[in-house]
C-alpha cells in the first residue's frame, strides 16, 4: 500500500480565485488520479495525473477549470481555478501501483468551501 | 448512467451479528471490483477486493461474494463491530481498458450496541 498526503486539509476561498491541492505519495507509483466528492454524493473520477505529460481528463471536467501537475512518480497537484460555490466539495487524490495491481490508496482529501 | 449502484443507503445492525453491504452493476466489462470505507473526514479506505475469475473472497471478518450472472457482489462483516461504522463504497473497474475506477453511490452502515 502507498500513504498519501494532502496540504491543505481545508480551506475557504472566495469566488473568483483559485487554490492549489497538492498530493505527495510515500512511494514511487505509476498511476495518480483526483477525485471529487459533493456533499452525500459518491467519489467522480476528475483526471489521471501523467506524469511528465497532459492529464487525462473524465467527461464534464476540462484543464482550465482543474489544471494538473504531475512532475515525478509521487507528487501530484490539483488547481481549482476561478471558483464558485459549486466547487465547493472534498476533493482527493488516490495512487496505484498499476497492473497487476488494481488497488488505489487516497489521500484524507482536502475540504473546500467557496463563498 | 449510474453503472455501479447501492440501492441501501443505509443499513443499520446490531454489534456481533452479520451485516450485508449489497452492490449492482450494469457494465458487464467491468471484471475487478473493490470495497472501500470511508469514515467522516478521512479519505476512502481499501478493504478488499475480488476479480472475476473468482466468486469469493475472504480477508479476516470480511468477505466479498461476486455473482457475475447476476452483476451483483456484496460485502459480508462477521461479526459487526462498533468501529465498522462508516460508509462504504463498492467500485468497478474494466481493467483491459482502463484502471479508472467507478464508483457507487455508498452505503451507510451504523452498528450499534
Known amino acids: 500500500s502507498a500513504v498519501i498526503s494532502q496540504k491543505p486539509s481545508r480551506d475557504i476561498c472566495q469566488r473568483g480565485t483559485s487554490l492549489t491541492i497538492q498530493c505527495q505519495v510515500d512511494?514511487?507509483?505509476?498511476?495518480m488520479f483526483w477525485y471529487r466528492q459533493q456533499p452525500g454524493q459518491s467519489l467522480t473520477l476528475i483526471a489521471t495525473?501523467?506524469?511528465?505529460?497532459?492529464?487525462?481528463?473524465e467527461s464534464g471536467f476540462v484543464i482550465d477549470k482543474f489544471p494538473i501537475s504531475r512532475p515525478n512518480l509521487t507528487f501530484s497537484t490539483l488547481t481549482v481555478s476561478n471558483m464558485s460555490p459549486e466547487d465547493s466539495s472534498i476533493y482527493l487524490c488516490?495512487?496505484?501501483?498499476?497492473?497487476?495491481?488494481?488497488?488505489?490508496?487516497f489521500g484524507p482529501g482536502t475540504r473546500l468551501t467557496v463563498t | 448512467d449510474q453503472q455501479v449502484k447501492q440501492n441501501s443507503p443505509s443499513l443499520s445492525v446490531q454489534e456481533g451479528r452479520i451485516s450485508i453491504l449489497n452492490c449492482d452493476y450494469t457494465?458487464?466489462?467491468?471484471?475487478?471490483f473493490l470495497w472501500y470505507k470511508k469514515y467522516p473526514a478521512e479519505g476512502p479506505t481499501f478493504l478488499i477486493s475480488i476479480s472475476s475469475i473468482k466468486d469469493k473472497n475472504e480477508d479476516g471478518r470480511f468477505t466479498v461474494f461476486l455473482n457475475k450472472s447476476a452483476k451483483h457482489l456484496s460485502l459480508h462483516i462477521v461479526p459487526s463491530q462498533p468501529g465498522d461504522s462508516a460508509v462504504y463504497f463498492c467500485a468497478a473497474i474494466n481493467t483491459g481498458t482502463a484502471s479508472k475506477l467507478t464508483f457507487g453511490t455508498g452505503t451507510r452502515l451504523q452498528v450499534t450496541l
Open positions: 457494465n458487464s466489462m467491468f471484471d475487478y
Open positions: 512511494s514511487q507509483v505509476t498511476m
Open positions: 495525473a501523467n506524469q511528465g505529460s497532459e492529464a487525462t481528463y
Open positions: 488516490s495512487a496505484q501501483q498499476g497492473p497487476p495491481s488494481y488497488e488505489q490508496y
